[in-house]
Structure formats: structure tokens, C-alpha cells
Nanobody
Framework: VQLQASGGGLVQAGGSLRLSCAAS????????MGWFRQAPGKEREFVAG????????YSADSVKGRFTISRHNAKNTLYLQMYSLKPEDTAVYYC??????????????????WGQGTLVTVSS
């Protein structure tokens, strides 16, 4: 599978952005998906995840209430809607796919495919 993330850019604090991740291949709906981010000088961290059907989502405490993960299985696309952005949200954002179908990842190594990343910069 290939994952292509897009939608990053420069935004002022308090603004919003929507990231997209287009997936190639079949059986997109069989895989849980997630978003991660990596800020300069920091380790990659989990942001949000969603089950294959889209019925269950979960997110990091740092983005709860501000970011929403969703997916459109017919379009093979994953989204991350980000509101009330803060300078500390500045990072490269990566989409990722679970390493196997019908499996909910519990750690980053459970994600087997990664996109190339899209840069989000939030100015104060």
C-alpha cells in the first residue's frame, strides 16, 4: 500500500486545517488507520486512530476536543480535521495503516505502512 498525506501548511494560532491521506490498493476498510506527528527535536507521537469501519475513534489527550479523525472508505481516504491550532501543534504529520487487517494497533510498531508526512506550521 502507498499512503499519500496532504493538506499541511502555515496557519495562525487558533486557525484550522484538514489533512488528507490517500491510500492505494484494496481493502482499505479492513485496516485501522492512524495519524502521528513529529515535532523538531522530538520523538514521533500518536495523535489519533480510527477503526476500519470508522465506528470507533481515539485520540491523544493533547488534541482531544480540537482534532477529529475520520475516513471515507469508498474514497480510500483518511482525514484529520484540526481546529484551534496551537504553536505546539507544529510538526510533520504522518498517516499510517495497521500492519494487519481487523487488528487495532496498541503501539506505533503495530502500524506497518506510513505516508511521507505533511508539514503543519502554526504561528503565534
Amino acid at each position: 500500500v502507498q499512503l499519500q498525506a496532504s493538506g499541511g501548511g502555515l496557519v495562525q494560532a487558533g486557525g484550522s486545517l484538514r489533512l488528507s491521506c490517500a491510500a492505494s490498493g484494496r481493502a482499505f476498510s479492513n485496516y485501522d488507520m492512524g495519524w502521528f506527528r513529529q515535532a523538531p527535536g522530538k520523538e514521533r507521537e500518536f495523535v489519533a486512530g480510527i477503526t476500519g469501519s470508522g465506528s470507533v475513534t481515539y485520540s491523544a489527550d493533547s488534541v482531544k476536543g480540537r482534532f477529529t479523525i475520520s475516513r471515507h472508505n469508498a474514497k480510500n481516504t483518511l482525514y484529520l480535521q484540526m481546529y484551534s491550532l496551537k504553536p505546539e501543534d507544529t510538526a510533520v504529520y504522518y498517516c499510517a495503516r495497521s500492519s494487519r487487517p481487523y487488528y487495532s494497533p496498541v503501539k506505533p510498531s503495530d502500524f506497518g505502512s506510513w505516508g511521507q508526512g505533511t508539514l503543519v506550521t502554526v504561528s503565534s
